[in-house]
């Protein structure tokens, strides 16, 4: 079952701005990663953040974890048309691991040029 | 970076025929390869875990005698829908982890088959 929870479900922005997404989970992780997938593509690996870190950067993507709630954030600074995508975060939880990462629900980006 | 080759792309068959998806690690020895189904506008629902020469593990709910998965060797895993119906259409996308090192925390994806079924 998806235990990530994403915010918003969709959100539409012009080039240039920052976009800002949010997910929540529930169990305790390893890792979490996010994910950005164009129509009718498979996934991409963005960015992985530890459980003992707090802020990750790459390029213009930025990522924060806060294990107390749960939660993290990617932000995509100076967005572009081609960020259109749709993106998801997944955790790798600590315990019970199969191996498998358990994806949110994503959230859907349109960036207007 | 490790790709991850998923054939066919797109395909449409009659309802009651079965077809087979393959996906194929290009560059690295997949030791764990992972099946989705994801529905128009949804997320990723994983269908079942295949490790390189033992069974597959199927999710909750999923099939394994109309959802066939046979992982041969290292570079190969194959997802069979038996006897497809309508019901079945969906996009269906494998991803592969290396059971090497720390790039085995990520997951890299196949391109993902689109399958209708008349």
């Known amino acids: 079952s998806q235990q990530g929870e994403e915010d918003p479900q969709a959100l539409s922005i012009q080039e240039g701005e920052n976009a800002t997404m949010n997910c929540s989970y529930k169990t305790s992780i390893n890792n979490l990663q996010w994910y950005r997938q164009n129509s009718g593509r498979g996934l991409v690996h963005l960015i992985l953040i530890r459980s003992n870190e707090r802020e990750k950067h790459s390029g213009r993507l930025r990522v924060t974890l806060d294990t107390s709630k749960k939660s993290s954030s990617l932000l995509i600074t100076a967005s572009r048309a081609a960020d259109t995508a749709s993106y998801f975060c997944?955790?790798?939880?600590?315990?019970?691991?199969?191996?498998?990462?358990?994806f949110g629900q994503g959230t859907t980006l349109q960036v207007k040029p | 970076g490790a790709v991850v080759s998923q054939h066919p792309s797109r395909v449409i068959c009659k309802s009651g025929t079965s077809v087979k998806i393959e996906c194929r690690s290009l560059d690295f020895q997949a030791t764990t390869m992972f099946w989705y189904r994801q529905f128009p506008k949804q997320s990723l629902m994983l269908m079942a875990t295949?490790?390189?020469?033992?069974?597959?593990?199927?999710e909750q709910g999923v099939e394994k005698d109309k959802f066939l998965i046979n992982h041969a060797s290292l570079t190969l895993s194959t997802l069979t829908v038996t006897s497809a119906h309508p019901e079945d259409s969906s996009f269906y996308i494998c991803?592969?982890?290396?059971?090497?090192?720390?790039?085995?925390?990520?997951?890299?994806f196949g391109s993902g088959t689109q399958l209708s079924v008349l």
């Open positions: 991803s592969a982890r290396s059971g090497k090192g720390m790039s085995n925390e990520k997951l890299f």
């Open positions: 295949s490790n390189e020469g033992s069974k597959a593990t199927y």
């Open positions: 997944a955790t790798d939880p600590l315990t019970g691991n199969t191996g498998k990462l358990i």
